[in-house]
């Protein structure tokens, strides 16, 4: 059973607009979440992460959202730039424990 | 320059054979993971490590096996009695909580 979803598999957003990912999860004794991105053939890329203690966490253009009571992450990219068209994972675990990433969305962003 | 390296990035082999794939990090990293993701799929763990000569199953380690003797070097064994082998493998190391991966092996077995 998927402890982690990403229901959108794919998103188009144009340049210069805000991207939104989106990650659900089930299991309420995750305390840590994780982004990666990821180009095809390549390793994911660590992007950003958050603590179950904090409601968001800002690095740059790249922004995390955690709503505990809801289960619910997201991923705010904003302006969206072309170099950002990849596929990014998130993953959520507790410490000590192994992490479970979801299924991915792709993120095409039109020039 | 501190990383994870996996080799080869493509790997063929015949069914029925066993195959061993790669992963050497030099980030003095404690854990390591071997994941493998198929398209649609997220990464799904097959194997970590959390200190030398310890290793714990993940979600899918049927078929497979590892071994921890070094730090640096936690190679992954895809053996014949792994059912649908074909996928991309990747290897990732950490010593908090934000695992770093490496670039990945494609197996191939025809």
């Known amino acids: 059973d998927q402890q982690v979803k990403q229901n959108s598999p794919s998103l188009s957003v144009q340049e210069g607009r805000i991207s939104i990912l989106n990650c659900d999860y089930t299991n309420s004794m995750f305390d840590y979440f994780l982004w990666y991105k990821k180009y095809p053939a390549e390793g994911p890329t660590f992007l950003i992460s958050?603590?179950?203690?904090?409601d968001k966490n800002e690095d740059g253009r790249f922004t995390v959202f955690l709503n505990k009571s809801a289960k619910h992450l997201s991923l705010h990219i904003v302006p969206s730039q072309p170099g950002d068209s990849a596929v990014y994972f998130c993953?959520?675990?507790?410490?000590?424990?192994?992490?479970?990433f979801g299924t991915g969305t792709s993120l095409t962003v039109i020039p | 320059d501190g990383g994870i390296t996996q080799s080869p990035k493509y790997l063929f082999r015949k069914e029925g054979q066993n195959v061993t794939l790669s992963c050497e990090q030099n980030?003095?990293?404690?854990?390591m993971y071997w994941y493998r993701q198929d398209p649609g799929q997220g990464l799904r763990l097959i194997y970590y490590?959390?200190?030398?000569?310890?290793?714990q199953k993940g979600d899918i380690a049927e078929g497979y096996s590892v071994s921890r003797e070094k730090k640096e070097s936690f190679p992954l064994t895809v053996t014949s009695a792994q059912k649908n082998p074909t996928a991309f493998y990747l290897c990732?190391?950490?010593?908090?909580?934000?695992?770093?991966f490496g670039p990945g092996t494609r197996l191939t077995v025809l």
């Open positions: 990732a190391s950490s010593i908090s909580l934000e695992q770093f």
């Open positions: 490590s959390q200190i030398v000569n310890d290793f």
């Open positions: 958050i603590s179950s203690i904090k």
């Open positions: 993953a959520a675990g507790y410490t000590g424990n192994q992490f479970y």
């Open positions: 980030l003095n990293h404690d854990a």
